[in-house]
């Protein structure tokens, strides 16, 4: 399906890759919305995007999901990158609290499917859904299981929607290190350095350049059930 004209909901739009995807795409031409739970990142985000709409968006909360799908009405595409950088480190098992765990989850795959099922009635049938997983999905570290599995339940979701939502296409972006506002917050060059020095590609990634990714998934026509990885070979080392 053409980008072009083509209605594109990206949760998770405000900053980042999720930006990064909502100027190419609408570089492309199609009709971006905007999608994250901060009013005044919205706002902030739609100025700096001239022809996007914004919508604001607490995926925790299944009322406002379905709220703002009705709101959205028709979509061609859907992109979610939304995650909670309230940390994914759970350290040793004996230590880790369960219902903060579970609460971990709540915006990146619950928070993705109560968006899936709200949305998909209203998206056409030559459409696409693309989530974001990351790289602990398949290289886990000491004290991050929870983001590991995670990420790693996404995957298999993804795997299982293209069989379910046929003929919608659900594909995955897994994502290594990429530059965004927040990881250059909290991340100094000297740890981008470390955790990249071993990949083919030793430098993190840009968000313009995950954004070809996703961009790529919505024209890609003859792709589903697919999780592809924009990580500077960090899968092979």
């Given amino acids: 399906m ?27 031409g199609a009709k971006v919305i905007i999608a994250t739970s901060n009013a005044q990142r919205v706002s902030a985000a739609v100025e700096r995007l001239p022809g996007a709409e914004g919508l604001v968006l607490d995926v925790r909360d299944a009322a406002d999901v379905a709220r703002a799908a009705r709101a959205v009405g028709a979509l061609d595409h859907l992109v979610y990158t939304a995650g909670d950088w309230g940390g994914f480190h759970s350290g040793a098992l004996s230590e880790m609290d369960l219902d903060q765990a579970r609460s971990r989850l709540e915006v990146r795959f619950w928070g993705a499917l109560r968006v899936i099922q709200a949305v998909t009635p209203g998206m056409s049938p030559g ?54 506002e927040v990881v250059d917050a909290i991340m100094t060059a000297e740890m981008a350095q470390r955790w990249t020095a071993r990949q083919p590609l030793p430098r993190a990634g840009d968000p313009a350049e995950a954004a070809e990714t996703y961009v790529h998934l919505m024209r890609a026509t003859y792709t589903t059930g697919q999780v592809l990885h924009v990580d500077g070979g960090g899968i092979v080392v």
């Fill in 2 to 28: 053409a980008i072009a004209g083509g209605r594109v909901l990206i949760v998770g739009g405000s900053s980042g890759v999720g930006f990064a995807v909502a100027r190419l795409a609408a570089e492309a």
């Fill in 127 to 180: 459409g696409s859904i693309t989530v974001t997983s990351g790289l602990l999905a398949h290289r886990p570290q000491k004290g991050n299981a929870l983001a590991t599995a995670g990420g790693g339940a996404l995957e298999h979701l993804t795997r299982a929607l293209a069989v379910d939502l046929a003929p919608l296409r659900v594909n995955c972006v897994c994502l290594g290190l990429i530059a965004t």
